[in-house]
């Protein structure tokens, strides 16, 4: 944006500089939005498709995970039960790896360990060895 007019100076943070009219700051956004109209366009766009990054569920229950299987891996836990909240929330796909057990070095969040959905609330328990 630039200030360089007819107009009377004015002083702005102690720098004397042009006031613009309210027609050349309407001429100066639509100058500019002409001249940057496509990359306007595109950083709409991208800002619609995706909506600002938050941490879902799912990877919280990821962090939750990868602590979960560290912790048995120091205890010398083998294998770990998937566990989902047993509640009508429960989506179709963790209903699916409820009272798994695998190996805990062949855990894979997302594939045979938690989350396994956006909203997965799963949790892994150790399995005991008696
Ligand atoms: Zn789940």
Redesign the pocket.
């Known amino acids: 944006m630039r200030f360089f007019g007819k107009n009377p100076k004015v002083k702005v943070m102690g720098i004397s500089v042009s006031s613009p009219s309210n027609e050349e700051l309407k001429k100066e956004a639509a100058d500019y939005y002409a001249r940057h109209k496509d990359e306007i366009a595109a950083k709409r766009k991208t800002a619609k498709e995706s909506p600002k990054p938050k941490v879902s569920r ?1 990877e919280e ?1 990821r962090s939750v995970t990868e602590k979960s299987l560290d912790e048995f891996r120091s205890l010398g836990i083998k294998r770990y039960k ?1 566990s ?2 047993g509640d009508e929330r ?2 179709p ?3 699916r ?1 409820d009272g798994k057990d695998y190996n805990v070095k062949d855990a894979q969040t997302g594939k045979n360990a ?4 956006d ?4 949790i892994i328990l150790p399995v005991l060895p008696f």
């Open positions: 799912g229950t998937i989902t909240c429960v989506c796909n963790c209903k790896h938690p989350p396994f959905c909203e997965c609330r799963c």
